[in-house]
């Protein structure tokens, strides 16, 4: 079936940086949008950013905007997120999403056909 397999999570200082990847399996990569959510402690799951299955269109949260970057990469089924000065309240699990490609962003969880089970970003102060 269909997986999607986050990695790159983990502990960085509050103005560090990570880059979150994706990777999916048994799914035609470039029939599809991308997009991240994360979920923090506490708090409902949020949009973070979306990508178009050429990567010429996306999309971001105005909380992430100018700081975290998507992108991907067709020829490896892999979709990323590099996100720059990272704050505290960045702190969350983070999601990658796939949409059949209808219409583009999608900002809502149920819009997406598939989903990864998340990797873990720990930003301290």
């Known amino acids: 079936q269909v997986q999607l397999r986050e990695s790159g999570g983990g502990l960085v200082q509050a103005g560090g940086s990570l880059r979150l990847s994706c990777a999916t399996s048994?799914?035609?990569?470039?029939?599809?949008?991308m997009g991240w959510f994360r979920r923090a402690p506490g708090k409902e799951r949020e949009f973070v950013a979306a990508?178009?299955?050429?990567?010429?269109?996306?999309y971001y949260a105005d909380s992430i905007k100018g700081r975290f970057s998507i992108s991907r990469d067709n020829a490896k089924n892999t979709l990323y997120v590099q996100m720059n000065s990272l704050k505290p309240e960045d702190t969350a699990v983070y999601y990658c999403?796939?949409?059949?490609?209808?219409?583009?962003?999608?900002?809502?969880?149920?819009?997406?056909?598939?989903w990864g089970q998340g990797t873990e970003v720990t930003v301290s102060s």
């Open positions: 048994r799914l035609t990569f470039s029939n599809y949008n």
């Open positions: 999403a796939a949409q059949l490609r209808v219409y583009f962003p999608a900002k809502t969880w149920d819009e997406y056909n598939y």
């Open positions: 990508i178009a299955p050429s990567g010429a269109n996306t």
